[in-house]
């Protein structure tokens, strides 16, 4: 007879404790759940077009001369070119690719998008002389247009606007980052872990 009764007493207890392990498993996987969640929607956040502006100016001279009857005669043509441009470089997040690991809490960041550089210039001519000989022609108008973009990508790759892009772009990755580490998650990429806004500089290459 006690031995019934501790075996009735045992099947209770264990009964007890598997409804508490149930609830404690229901709660964890509530709490996982609502973490991964949180993150996603976090990482919905983030993904946008990050646009940095900048403006530049150049003033450029354009000579061609054409020569006739041995060199012995030549028409020039020439123009003074005012160029006023305006640049932006941009990282459309919508393109960032991810992976949520539940249970390691980790995500890996397993792609970042390449920077997009827009060069809008408006370019105006000054003083120009040509002639009936040598006059300004379409062929003029598109040598001109590249060389321009060509000195401005020159003068974009010395200016700060591409670091400031990517100071942006990787305060926007920051916001992923705090909140990993506020909820107790990892944050990777290409192995390596990010644990501050200087592992982004050195890890993640743009």
């Not at 509530?30 to 100016?57: A, M, P, R």
């Not at 005012?82 to 960041?109: G, P």
């Amino acid at each position: 007879m006690q031995k019934r009764i501790l075996v009735f007493v045992g099947v209770i207890i264990a009964v007890v404790l598997a409804f508490k392990y149930c609830d404690f498993k229901k709660e964890e996987d509530s709490d996982l759940n609502y973490n991964t969640n949180l993150i996603q929607q976090q990482i919905v956040n983030v993904g946008k077009l990050v646009v940095t502006e900048g403006h530049f100016s150049e003033v450029v001279t354009y000579k061609n001369q054409q020569k006739y009857l041995m060199d012995i005669l030549s028409f020039e043509k020439k123009a003074l070119i005012v160029v006023n441009a305006d640049v932006t470089v941009s990282y459309d997040l919508h393109q960032m690719k991810y992976d949520i690991d539940e249970k390691n809490k980790t995500i890996t960041i397993l792609s970042i998008p390449k920077e997009e550089i827009k060069i809008s210039p408006d370019i105006q001519f000054y003083d120009v002389e040509q002639s009936k000989l040598n006059p300004f022609t379409g062929d003029d108008y598109n040598k001109i247009n590249k060389s321009v973009k060509a000195n401005l990508a020159k003068k974009i790759e010395k200016s700060s606007l591409k670091s400031n892009a990517q100071n942006r772009l990787i305060s926007e990755l920051s916001k992923i980052l705090i909140l990993t580490n506020t909820m107790g998650w990892k944050l990777q990429y290409e192995g390596k872990v990010i644990e501050s806004e200087k592992d982004f500089n050195q890890n993640i290459k743009l």
